[in-house]
């Protein structure tokens, strides 16, 4: 995953101030109104660790949306244990291919297999990936492929580069962030549902005043330009609002007495392989209140990682995540969170 603009503007303000609270305590290992968990498996991630360093975004090449930008069906994902979130992808015609939607990737990687087969032309520029080990691996750009996701004609609206790597696990064919494929649109992250919803967020944006009855809407910081969905959760922290990462709450050892995480001395992973092949160590821990602009998460799953760099983003993920639909709207710079009851 990329790392993030470093400031710190408050919060959007919601059209009901008072701080709600989300409360815990269910063996699943999920955060909702009336559980959460202090338990977390740590499985070989792929896209929890993504570091790349793709070609910047600069705002005047974000686009406009406007109605000669279809969009797309709804795609269709399932969360597979130990991998994220997959969806069905075609590249250049070729496919279905399995890709794992990451939120917080700031690219789209693909493996040498899709490639191949999708007849990307491979650059000779490599850049640089490397997971929250640091450890890097080469990757080849390429140039614009187009995308399609559920269905082979549900085309997604940005042709964008891809990075291709021998380094992926078996079993994933890539890594798609929603942001970039399917700019100048907004999106919708629907993890209990399944679903993956474009709109156009000039016709249906986000709104400040917009506040589900259990929820919030919060500001996307970051420079105009960023992709990567950053959020403060208090404490003068950002977190990057992460689907690939499997964590509920991902913090660096500085991070723990801010947050007043609870750890467990005698719980230490055996390391989890990142893409670059580096392995990255942590504690489970448990964070009694984490505050996501007015609404309270209480008991959320935690990891303390070892020995990461200080400029490591903090991540808030599909352990803290699951119960929520979340839409994203780049044109005003908005987030809403809601809670989604079944």
């Known amino acids: ?24 305590g269910d063996p699943a290992g999920r955060i909702s109104a009336t559980r959460s968990s202090t338990f977390l498996k740590v499985f070989f991630l792929v896209t929890a660790f993504v570091v790349a360093v793709p070609t910047p975004v600069k705002a005047g090449e974000l686009g406009h949306p406007s109605s000669a930008v279809a969009v797309p069906g709804t795609i269709p994902f399932r969360e597979v244990e130990g991998i994220g979130l997959i969806a069905n992808v075609w590249v250049n015609g070729a496919g279905p291919f399995r890709f794992a939607l990451d ?4 690219c789209v990687i693909a493996s040498d297999r899709v490639a191949r087969e999708s007849h990307l032309d491979l650059s000779d ?37 891809l990075l291709v790597t021998d380094a992926l696990p078996e079993g994933v ?3 798609l962030d929603p942001a970039i494929a399917v700019r100048p649109l907004g999106f919708v992250m629907d993890l209990p549902s399944g679903e993956l919803r474009c709109f156009d967020p000039l016709t249906s944006p986000v709104r400040a005043t917009d506040v589900p009855p259990d929820g919030v809407v919060v500001a996307w910081l970051g420079s105009a330009g960023s992709l990567s969905p950053v959020v403060s959760i208090g404490h003068g922290r ?13 913090i660096g050892t500085r991070d723990v007495l801010a947050f007043g995480a609870i750890v467990q ?24 209140t984490l505050d996501l602009g007015g609404m309270v998460l209480s008991n959320v799953p935690t990891q303390v990682l070892l020995g990461t760099d200080s400029d490591t983003p903090i991540l808030l993920g599909r352990d803290a995540l699951r119960p929520f639909e979340i839409t994203f709207d780049p044109h005003a710079r908005l987030i809403q969170i809601a809670r989604v009851t079944k």
């Not at 995953?1 to 815990?24: D, Y």
């Not at 939120?103 to 700031?106: N, S």
């Open 125 to 161: 520029t490599t850049v640089p990936i490397a997971g929250l080990s640091g450890l890097p691996t080469a990757a080849r750009q390429t140039a614009a492929a187009r995308l399609a996701a559920g269905s082979s004609d549900n085309v997604l609206p940005s042709t964008c580069m």
């Open 103 to 106: 939120t917080g990737a700031g």
């Open 173 to 175: 064919d890539g890594v």
């Open 265 to 288: 001395r005698t719980s230490v992973s055996d390391g989890v392989v990142d893409l670059g092949g580096g392995a990255v160590r942590s504690r489970r821990a448990t964070t009694p």
């Open 238 to 250: 950002k977190a990057l609002v992460d689907t690939g990462s499997q964590f509920g709450l991902a």
């Open 1 to 24: 995953m990329t790392s993030t603009t470093r400031t710190n503007p408050a919060a959007v303000p919601t059209a009901n101030p008072s701080r709600r609270h989300v409360e815990g």
